[in-house]
């Protein structure tokens, strides 16, 4: 299986908006809506930002927002502040029953 | 609050076999609608899905590493273990232990780094 392709980085000013997208097949990404989205900062282990395709678990701020159409995901993170700076990852089911995660991106804050 | 702590040696030796353990505390291996998972993440590099386990036994594992993968688990023990055959330098990366709940994970490991090195 291929990892789900992400832009390598994606830079804004502190309050802009970012998308981030994340693209695969109709086998994953397309077929279904379980894309969740990962926040990592440098020697962390990921943190669940968003889960099937556009929910945030509790404690997530409202600045993140996800979405999908078609075979391609997005994260949008709005009101961009220092502390978002981290690395992104999508997942998804595929239709082999198994997970496959995206490339990465590297968000940096202006 | 569900934790998960892995363990197991920093450095293995090339085809030599690695094993890990996950240790669960704050809530049981038995629950259902739980996945226990394991991800890795190569120096610098992305994250890697490798494999995951119910409570009853059964277990799916990405293509790529089944022919290597044996992810089992001990519910008297509240642990999951993965063990990866045949390892080498390719397999140096950031181990981590995860809950797969409702197709998302949801709590994570701090992870483990492993080194394969002679």
């Known amino acids: 299986q291929s990892a789900l392709t992400q832009p390598a980085s994606v830079s804004g000013s502190p309050g802009q908006s970012i998308t981030i997208s994340c693209t695969g097949t109709s086998s994953d990404v397309g077929g279904y809506k379980y894309v969740s989205w990962y926040q990592q900062h440098p020697g962390k282990a990921p943190k669940l930002m968003i889960y099937?395709?556009?929910n945030r678990p509790s404690g997530v701020s409202n600045r993140f927002s996800g979405s999908k159409s078609g075979n391609t995901a997005s994260l949008t993170i709005s009101g961009l502040q220092a502390e978002d700076e981290a690395d992104y990852y999508c997942s998804s089911y595929t239709s082999t029953h198994t997970y496959v995660f995206g490339t990465g991106t590297k968000v940096t804050v202006l | 609050q569900v934790q998960l702590q892995e363990s197991g040696p920093g450095l293995v030796k090339p085809s030599q076999t690695l094993s890990l353990t996950c240790t669960v505390s704050g809530g049981s291996i038995n629950t259902g609608g739980y996945y226990w998972s394991w991800i890795r993440q190569h120096p610098g590099k992305g994250l890697e899905w490798i494999g995951y386990?119910?409570?009853?036994?059964?277990?799916y594992y990405n293509p790529s590493l089944k022919s290597r993968v044996t992810i089992s688990v001990d519910t008297s023990k509240n642990q999951f273990s993965l063990k990866l055959s045949s390892m080498t330098a390719a397999d140096t990366a950031v181990y981590y232990c995860?809950?797969?709940?409702?197709?998302?994970?949801?709590?994570w490991g701090q992870g483990i780094l492993v080194t394969v090195s002679s």
């Open positions: 995860a809950i797969l709940y409702n197709y998302y994970f949801d709590h």
């Open positions: 099937e395709v556009s």
């Open positions: 386990i119910y409570y009853s036994g059964s277990t």
